[in-house]
Nanobody
């Protein structure tokens, strides 16, 4: 599975961006997907996750109410809509796929995700 993330850029505080992550495998639709981010000098952290069908989502407290994760299985793509961006949202954002069997809970553990995209940089200026 290859994941290609894009959509990052430079935005002012209060602005918005939409990240996209396209998967190469047709089996993408069977698995949950996650977004993580890594700021300079910090560990990679969980941002959001979505189950295979798109009807269950989970968010880190720091982004809840501002970010929305969604997916289009027909296009093999997962999205992260980011509103009301803050300077502390500045990071490289990564998408990832969790190949564990469906039916398990949404996963915040980065060590349990199997494939990762290359990352896309989001910079929020104050």
């Amino acid at each position: 599975v290859q994941l290609q993330a894009c959509g990052g850029g430079l935005v002012q505080a209060g602005g918005c961006l939409r990240l996209s992550c396209a998967a190469s495998a047709r089996t993408f639709s069977r698995y949950q997907m996650g977004w993580f981010r890594q700021a300079p000098g910090k560990e990679r952290e969980f941002v959001a996750a979505i189950n295979w069908s798109g009807d269950r989502t989970d968010y880190a407290d720091s982004v809840k109410g501002r970010f929305t994760i969604s997916r289009d299985n027909a296009k093999g793509t997962v999205y992260l809509r980011m509103n009301s961006l803050k300077p502390e949202d500045t990071a490289v954002y990564y998408c990832a796929v969790d190949l564990r069997p469906t039916g398990l809970g949404l996963n915040r553990n980065k060590h349990e995700y199997d494939y990762w995209g290359q990352g896309t940089l989001v910079t929020v200026s104050s």
